[in-house]
Nanobody, 117 residues
Framework: QVQLVESGGGLVQSGGSLRLSCSAS????????LAWYRQAPGKQRELVAA???????DYADSVKGRFTISRNNAKKTVSLQMNSLNPEDTAVYYC???????????WGQGTRVTASS
């Protein structure tokens, strides 16, 4: 059974930093593209950052230069370092894993990030 568990969300002032972590179980990590999505109130869920099995990374334009995604296949974790947070970053952040062959997709339960002005 695949399970993704996020941690690290919280309340931070504008300009502050947070680090999100996602721990996966039930998967062989190096067969999955790992990503972070977010959903702000009243908006659609959007991709924040993704890292593939060879370490290629993609960021949303809105977070480039501020957020850094990383993965550890041995520990089955993916992290998101978020710096210079602003109120527009306020959302529920979700961990996502997608199998590179079957395209099976799994989601975590989400962790809330609030950046106050």
């Amino acid at each position: 059974q695949v399970q993704l568990v996020e941690s690290g969300g919280g309340l931070v002032q504008s300009g502050g930093s947070l680090r999100l972590s996602c721990s996966a179980s039930g998967i062989i990590a190096n067969l999955y593209i790992l990503a972070w999505y977010r959903q702000a109130p009243g908006k659609q869920r959007e991709l924040v950052a993704a890292i593939d099995t060879v370490g290629s990374i993609d960021y949303a334009d809105s977070v480039k230069g501020r957020f850094t995604i990383s993965r550890n296949n041995a520990k089955k974790t993916v992290s998101l370092q978020m710096n210079s947070l602003n109120p527009e970053d306020t959302a529920v952040y979700y961990c996502n894993a997608r199998h590179i062959v079957t395209s099976d997709v799994y989601w975590g339960q989400g962790t809330r990030v609030t950046a106050s002005s």
